[in-house]
């Protein structure tokens, strides 16, 4: 079994800065790309924010290149979201995705969100 858990959503106001963290834990011997989603409201699409692979470059959403940054830890089963110049559009629950190989298949594991919001 592979685990994931977000920490550090919350509320900040037009402009600040929020960091997101994700821990992937368990049944890991392998991962191959680690990444942040968002939900923007009920019934909307989930969306790809930015994605780092294990090998090549990262990749970002349009609407927050040059605002948000997505960085592996040292212990690489970690990944944050810094983000920076936040706006009230960038309001969702914030997923983290992991495609592990857990010693049986790859399969992508998620967490169960962080809400954002972003408001004065």
């Known amino acids: 079994q592979v685990q994931v858990a977000e920490s550090g959503g919350g509320l900040v106001q037009p402009g600040g800065s929020l960091r997101l963290s994700c821990v992937a834990s368990?049944?890991?011997?392998?991962?191959?790309?680690m990444a942040w989603y968002r939900r923007q409201g009920p019934g909307k699409q989930r969306e790809l924010v930015a994605?780092?692979?294990?090998?090549?470059?990262?990749n970002y959403a349009a609407s927050v290149q040059g605002r948000f940054t997505i960085s592996r830890g040292d212990a690489k089963n970690t990944v944050d979201l810094q983000m920076n110049s936040l706006k009230p559009e960038d309001t969702a629950v914030y997923y983290c995705?992991?495609?592990?190989?857990?010693?049986?298949?790859?399969?992508?594991?998620w967490g169960q969100g962080t809400q954002v919001t972003v408001s004065s």
């Open positions: 368990g049944s890991i011997y392998s991962i191959s790309k």
């Open positions: 995705s992991v495609r592990a190989f857990s010693g049986v298949i790859w399969d992508d594991y």
């Open positions: 994605v780092i692979p294990s090998v090549g470059t990262t």
